[in-house]
């Protein structure tokens, strides 16, 4: 075997045989550092959101159905309100418990004064309770928007990173007068490692995003409902009045 083909051979066996994502952060230029890095933290708040909002809505859930199981049990709602439902108390983080705060102290405020307006006081106490059920969902939905802008926007800060470090193997081409795969292909696979990085933090934040969405707006659904029962209950009590 000639010298040459020794040298072939042994840098054969030195070159990596599988793709090492620490070499090609650190290999690439800085801006595409810039671009990885920024991509890492995004996924990684991506994956902290996705863990908090799922344990959340699952204590919601579970507070809500103990909640109202026992709401529509109370022999007085007013006593029962302010063992539950105050906050600080035990239901105090229940958002159906600040519907029903909400409808209440419209309720007081309505049949307080004299004579009763009876058909100002439904319509008084059905936009109140709309009102608190929309907030709620507000509440809720609040920190998905950073999943939905990391889903959209990601696979485009991925994109620049590709297209600049693309740029600058072209521009090292020009440097060294050589189009070599040798010279080519290590600054490609950097760029493309960020184009990687950026569907990696996309394509969860887009299911994460969808997937929340439909629990936030099947439980605004479940709170409208529950506010049109309490609504249709307060306007039989108002007749009584």
């Not at 708040?45 to 204590?59: E, H, P, T």
């Not at 490692?193 to 479940?222: D, K, M």
């Amino acid at each position: 075997m000639t010298q040459l083909e020794l040298l072939a051979a042994a840098a054969a066996s030195a070159a990596p045989r599988h793709l090492n994502p620490v070499k090609l952060f650190l290999d690439a230029d800085v801006v595409v550092q810039i671009v990885m890095a920024g991509l890492v933290l995004a996924s990684i708040w991506v994956w902290a959101i996705v863990v908090s909002f799922s344990l959340r809505m699952a204590g919601i859930r579970k507070r809500t159905d103990a909640y109202e199981k026992d709401f529509w049990k109370a022999a007085n709602i007013d006593e029962y309100q302010a063992e539950m439902g105050n906050i600080g108390g035990k239901g105090g983080e229940v958002p159906i418990a600040r519907v029903v705060a909400a409808g209440l102290a419209e309720w007081r405020r309505s049949v307080g004064s004299k004579p009763i307006d009876r058909e100002g006081t439904r319509q008084r106490l059905g936009a109140v309770m709309d009102s608190a059920v929309a907030l709620e969902a507000d509440r809720l939905a609040d920190r998905l928007n950073f999943l939905a802008t990391v889903g959209s926007v990601a696979p485009f800060v991925g994109l620049f990173g590709t297209v600049w470090g693309i740029m600058n193997s072209f521009f090292q081409i020009g440097q060294q007068q050589n189009s070599s795969l040798a010279v080519v292909a290590p600054g490609i696979s950097e760029a493309l490692f960020a184009t990687a990085i950026g569907l990696f933090a996309a394509i969860p934040a887009v299911i994460a995003y969808n997937r929340f969405s439909h629990r936030v707006n099947a439980y605004e659904a479940r709170l409208q409902r529950f506010a049109d029962r309490f609504h249709a209950s307060l306007s039989r009590e108002l007749e009584a009045q």
